[in-house]
């Protein structure tokens, strides 16, 4: 056999290399700034939208909420979400079936970090991509609806491998399909042991107490920890 006078680029490596360089660097400034970002991920009719339109109502009050909606094209959902009461920007992400760290980058620049405590990052609809890109966020939330089924985590492992909350969602609608919850946090837990696993209904707000108590204390957290940095680095 001939000797081979040729590389081989194992491209997708680098990209994701150059993309958590780019996390480092959103994620740093989002502590410097101390906004708690979000990265929400679900397949597309899983409720993302519903879900972040029932956050923002329950949060506003209290933090000033921001919204990044991501989609290949339209701003239906921008819409909806601006009218529940967060600052949003809508991202056309010109086919693409993710966001990355570059495009989220983006995303808040356009938007701006003025007025902002809470941010989410609403992702492209999809169980895949979105899973594969770290964008800054300091925590990853998938949706996964009764209706898409209880094999999904077996299906789409890495998505409920990455994500520290997984919620259960359309809760409401279970009688009607045969979805095993049992079995599904099964599946989740041997993935990925500190997924936390929450089920709701974003149509009657059941297990939302859970949803916003979880919000809440890991924004504490945050901010105890940019807070604490923040001392550290005058000193």
């Not at 490596?13 to 480092?24: F, G, S």
């Not at 890109?133 to 789409?156: C, H, M, N, Q, T």
């Not at 990925?192 to 939302?208: D, M, R, Y």
Request: overall charge negative.
């Amino acid at each position: 056999m001939n000797k081979r006078e040729y590389d081989i680029l194992e491209t997708k490596e680098n990209i994701l290399a150059d993309n958590d360089k780019v996390a480092a660097d959103v994620r740093g400034l989002l502590k410097s700034h101390k906004i708690f970002m979000v990265n929400l991920m679900a397949s597309p009719g899983a409720g993302k939208t519903t879900t972040l339109v029932r956050t923002i109502q329950a949060l506003k009050d209290k933090y000033r909420v921001g919204v990044m909606e991501a989609d290949v094209d339209s701003d239906v959902d921008a819409a909806t979400v601006q009218a529940a009461g967060a600052k949003v920007i809508q991202l056309h992400t010109g086919g693409s079936c993710h966001m990355d760290a570059d495009m989220t980058r983006r995303g808040i620049e356009g938007l701006g970090l003025e007025d902002i405590d809470v941010l989410f990052l609403e992702n492209v609809g999809n169980l895949v991509c979105p899973a594969e890109f770290d964008v800054g966020a300091a925590k990853r939330v998938a949706i996964l609806s009764v209706p898409e089924g209880d094999d999904k985590p077996l299906k789409y492992p890495l998505m409920f491998t990455v994500s520290d909350l997984l919620m259960i969602g359309k809760i409401d609608v279970k009688p009607v399909f045969d979805f095993d919850e049992a079995a599904c946090r099964e599946y989740v837990a041997k993935l990925n042991p500190n997924c936390k696993v929450l089920p709701v209904s974003a149509k009657t707000g059941e297990g939302f107490d859970a949803w916003i108590g979880w919000l809440e204390e890991e924004i504490a957290k945050f901010r105890n920890g940019a807070a604490g940095k923040t001392a550290a680095s005058a000193e």
